[in-house]
């Protein structure tokens, strides 16, 4: 991976490092805080039984476990995405190869080239994607949050 490829993928990662972080500022933090409100809620309450404690534990605990339910399906989504299209490029490149598997090095070398630079178009595709995800990530929190 050339010098300027790894700087691509590093700023996807840090895209969605940067999207995951306000993600969880704004809505996975407080969503936290009512969850550890409602268990200690939960805890204080003696008349509760055991059962009735943990139905009430787990209760307190769904709204956190949806919302990040929707952020790891959007990420993975995305993921995907990348996945999808670097295969496409890999498929691409695999039919340009002749049957008998016989290149000159500079074809090879011309194939590399189309194939990195095919890889790249995809991870540039999921970059500017990265605005979408937050509006999808959102839309999704707001509506399991209720």
Do not use: W
Not at 33 to 40: G, H, L, P, S
Not at 56 to 83: F, H, P, Y
Request: charged share 30%.
């Amino acid at each position: 991976m050339s010098r300027d490829e790894a700087a691509r993928m590093q700023h996807l990662q840090d895209g969605v490092e940067n999207l995951v972080e306000k993600i969880e500022r704004q809505f996975i933090r407080p969503e936290r805080i009512k969850t550890f409100e409602c268990c200690i809620d939960c805890c204080k309450d003696d008349s509760l039984r055991q059962i009735e404690l943990q139905n009430c534990l787990t209760s307190c605990t769904d709204g956190m476990q949806r919302i990040e339910e929707v952020v790891n399906q959007e990420l993975a989504e995305l993921q995907n995405r990348l996945q999808r299209c670097a295969n496409q490029c890999q498929d691409q490149a695999k039919l340009q190869v002749p049957p008998d598997g016989n290149l000159s090095a500079d074809r090879k070398a011309a194939l590399q080239g189309d194939l990195q630079s095919c890889v790249n178009r995809c991870v540039d595709q999921q970059l500017k994607s990265l605005p979408q995800v937050e509006k999808r990530i959102q839309y999704g929190i707001r509506r399991v949050s209720g």
